[in-house]
Structure formats: structure tokens, C-alpha cells
Nanobody, 122 residues
Framework: QVQVRESGGGLVQPGGSLRLSCAAS????????MGWYRQAPGKQRELVAD???????NYANAVKGRFTISRDNAKSTMYLQMNSLKPEDTAVYYC????????????????WGQGTQVTVSS
């Protein structure tokens, strides 16, 4: 069974930085796309950034120039470097993986992690 787990959230002051990690485990052969989403209290979940297996990236306008997404295909791991954090970045950040194929031939269209809290406050 494939599992996805986020780490790296926490409390940071405005202007600070955090690095989130997302690790997928479970005899994975390939993952097409990986992405970060976030959900603030009272708001809908929104895309922050995503990256496909070829390295092409996509960012929400609100984080362009401040956040950087990357992935290590060999480790089935994705990262989100968040700089110049603002209070409005406060949310639960979720990892999502799309089109996962395992070594024993199973296919998972989409898997979500449990989320990690990011709080930006002085």
C-alpha cells in the first residue's frame, strides 16, 4: 500500500522560512505528478505548487518568487522551500501525488497526505 507523509511544518515569524517535505512509500515504481495544496480556516483547499516527473513546475500567483518546489524521483520525495513567509500563508499544507504505479503493478490515481500545519505569526 502506498502512503504519503508530510513533515516540516511549524511556527515561524513573518519573513521567515520553512522547508516542507513529502515522502511517498510503498514499493513505488513511478509517480507522474506531485503537488502541494493548502487549506486555511474557513477557506477551500487550493493549489500552492506542483511538479511533474519531467521537472515542469506550476505555482499559484500568491507564492511565485517566494516558494520553490522540487522533487527527488529516486527517493519519491518532494520538497517545498518557503521563503519570505507571510501571515496569509498560514494553513494546513497537504501533499498530493498523482498517477502512482507500484513495482507489483498496482495503480493509484491520487493519494493525499494527512497535512502539516504552517503558522506564520509574530
Amino acid at each position: 500500500q502506498v502512503q504519503v507523509r508530510e513533515s516540516g511544518g511549524g511556527l515561524v515569524q513573518p519573513g521567515g522560512s520553512l522547508r516542507l517535505s513529502c515522502a511517498a512509500s510503498g514499493s513505488i515504481a513511478s509517480i507522474y505528478a506531485m503537488g502541494w495544496y493548502r487549506q486555511a480556516p474557513g477557506k477551500q483547499r487550493e493549489l500552492v505548487a506542483d511538479i511533474n516527473s519531467g521537472g515542469s513546475t506550476n505555482y499559484a500567483n500568491a507564492v511565485k518568487g517566494r516558494f520553490t518546489i522540487s522533487r527527488d524521483n529516486a527517493k519519491s520525495t518532494m520538497y517545498l522551500q518557503m521563503n519570505s513567509l507571510k501571515p496569509e500563508d498560514t494553513a494546513v499544507y497537504y501533499c498530493n501525488v498523482d498517477s502512482v504505479r507500484t513495482l507489483n503493478g498496482l495503480f493509484y490515481p491520487r493519494i493525499w497526505g494527512q497535512g502539516t500545519q504552517v503558522t506564520v505569526s509574530s
